[in-house]
Nanobody, 129 residues
Framework: EVQLQASGGGLVQAGGSLRLSCVGS????????IGWVRQAPGKEREGVSC????????NYADSVKGRFTISRDNAKNTVYLQMNTLKPEDTAVYYC??????????????????????WGQGTQVTVSS
C-alpha cells in the first residue's frame, strides 16, 4: 500500500533553517506528484510546495517563495523541503502528500485544503521569536 513518512521537524529560532524529508513506499515514485502542506493551530491547511517527481518541476506558495526549496532523490523515493529564513508564522504541522495525477501540482499550492490522494503523518515545525 502507498505510505508516506515525514520527518525532520523541530524547534528553531527565527532566521534559522530546517530540512524536512518525505519517504514514500508502496508505489512508483515517478508516477506521482509529491507535495508539502502545512496547518497552523486554528487555521485551514495550506498547500506550500509541490514537485512532479518525473521531471522535477516545482511550484511554491507566495508565502514561501525565495525561502523554501523542494527537491527530490528518486533513487531513495524521497522528497525534501529545505526551509531557510524561517519566521514565527511558519510554525505549523507539515504534512507530505502524494497524488496519482502527475500534473496535479498546479492545483495544490497557493490554495487552502488541497486534496491529495495520500497523506503522511505530519512533523511539527516551531519557530521562536
Amino acid at each position: 500500500e502507498v505510505q508516506l513518512q515525514a520527518s525532520g521537524g523541530g524547534l528553531v529560532q527565527a532566521g534559522g533553517s530546517l530540512r524536512l524529508s518525505c519517504v514514500g513506499s508502496g508505489f512508483t515514485f515517478d508516477d506521482y506528484a509529491i507535495g508539502w502542506v502545512r496547518q497552523a493551530p486554528g487555521k485551514e491547511r495550506e498547500g506550500v510546495s509541490c514537485m512532479r517527481t518525473r521531471d522535477g518541476s516545482t511550484n511554491y506558495a507566495d508565502s514561501v517563495k525565495g525561502r523554501f526549496t523542494i527537491s527530490r532523490d528518486n533513487a531513495k523515493n524521497t522528497v525534501y523541503l529545505q526551509m531557510n529564513t524561517l519566521k514565527p508564522e511558519d510554525t505549523a504541522v507539515y504534512y507530505c502528500a502524494a497524488d496519482r495525477l502527475r500534473e496535479y501540482c498546479g492545483e495544490a499550492v497557493g490554495v487552502l485544503a488541497p486534496r491529495y490522494d495520500y497523506w503522511g503523518q505530519g512533523t511539527q515545525v516551531t519557530v521562536s521569536s
